[in-house]
Nanobody, 124 residues
């Protein structure tokens, strides 16, 4: 069983930065993948980025590539999302998630544990 708690969301002006954190309790095994997703009002939940827990390999959605950086601190079971050059279209609830068996990294249905989400609002 894994419990995830996100923090760090808030209101920021376009062009600004925010850093989200995802603290995990429970055992995070080396083969796990951790990801960030977001969901804007009236839209489906969409993939943002993932990181493999063991090697730290990363992958980003095209919409955030070059602006967002995903990282993890294995000693403290925490994952981060550094968001730079934020745009109004980045406004959404951001969720962190854990995938316990390697599957489709971009599909929400392939993740087994989810946090409660944190709101990010970018004003123009």
């Amino acid at each position: 069983q894994v419990t995830l708690v996100e923090s760090g969301g808030g209101l920021v002006q376009a062009g600004g930065s925010l850093r989200l954190s995802c603290a995990a309790s429970g055992r995070i095994f080396s083969n796990y993948v951790m990801g960030w997703f977001r969901q804007a009002p009236g839209k489906e939940r969409e993939f943002v980025a993932f990181i493999t827990w063991s090697s730290g390999s990363t992958y980003y959605a095209d919409s955030v590539k070059g602006r967002f950086i995903i990282s993890r601190d294995t000693a403290n079971n925490t994952m981060y999302l550094q968001m730079n050059s934020l745009k109004p279209e980045d406004t959404a609830v951001y969720y962190c998630a854990v995938q316990t068996a390697r599957s489709r990294y971009g599909a929400p249905a392939s993740y087994d544990y989810w946090g409660q989400g944190t709101q990010v609002t970018v004003s123009s």
